[in-house]
């Protein structure tokens, strides 16, 4: 596995040096030097949408996700873990994990367990519709290239499947289906019953919350399309300041297919040279300048770098603070 995420490291980066150097250093430079001493105020931007995802995910834990002093803790949760996440490929194998060591002791881990897999559904979902709502209006009123248009809709409409069949699945005992597949594979039965009674509880607790907590599913929806809008904002303020003002549509669009490739490019550790690439053919399909997209790629990209720092430090000031507790 290592291995395999080396080489689409590998890649991505030739991709994203092919890509500054077709557009050019200097005028990369010269871009990021108009934002100027506005980088670090926007920066806080990154704080904000994680404390709505983090509110989203509140709503999925239940009570325990609202005692004194817990939505602090989620969002600090939400940080490291996202900065894990965008630092290591594989839809979230490494962050979201983290993200439930960092809150146990907090609330039962069944719990914590089946709110993470049914927030990160639920956080997917979001971002189609966020999807659906931006590539409406985009497809419709500006000027895209069919092929454009035709990759755009594809990749929504298998995103919208998988997820359904994700929702469906995990509906109808996600987990005890897996524990019976890996009987049939050849796993020693043993070891599966020593799983069957927490994966019992991780599905039933997945299941009610589809069933009966329906005015939580809705708030967390809420939250997570709010990080998805905070996003649109930022998008559009950030191109204004770098001299390149955009409208509502056109930031719409581009934070709709920024998601898309952080998506579709989630195998790629930070999709590196795969977001300043898809940036580069965006901007130039929507009639701007394809260099200020890349550069509004790496703005971005080097503003993830450092809550990606931050990150990191939570998740070591957090576990020292449970060992000590532990203790």
Known sequence: MKRLNGFFFVIGLVCLVGTVAAVGPGTIVDGALRLGAWFWPLAIVNLLWYTADALG???????QGRKPGRTARLIWAQVAGEAINNATPLMNLGGEPMKGLLLRG???????VASLVVDNTLKVLAA???LAAGLAPALIVLDLEP???VALVAALAVLAALIGLAGLAQATGFLGRCLDLGRRLGIPPRTLQRHRPAADRI?????????ERRVDFAAS???????????TLDAAVLLTLMGSPVGVLQALCIQTVSVLMNLAFAFIPMQIGAAEGG???LFQALGMDPATGVT???????RGLLWIGVGLLVVLVMSRRRATDAA
């Open 57 to 63: 995910w509140g709503r999925v834990l239940g009570p």
């Open 147 to 149: 092929p454009v248009q």
């Open 203 to 211: 599905d039933a607790a997945i299941g009610r919350f589809y069933r």
């Open 106 to 112: 907090h609330a039962p881990d069944d719990t914590i």
């Open 296 to 302: 509004f790629s790496l703005v971005r990209r080097v």
């Open 128 to 130: 189609i519709l966020f």
């Open 221 to 231: 929806m809420a939250w997570h399309v709010a990080a998805r809008l905070i996003a």
């Open 279 to 281: 940036h580069f053919v």
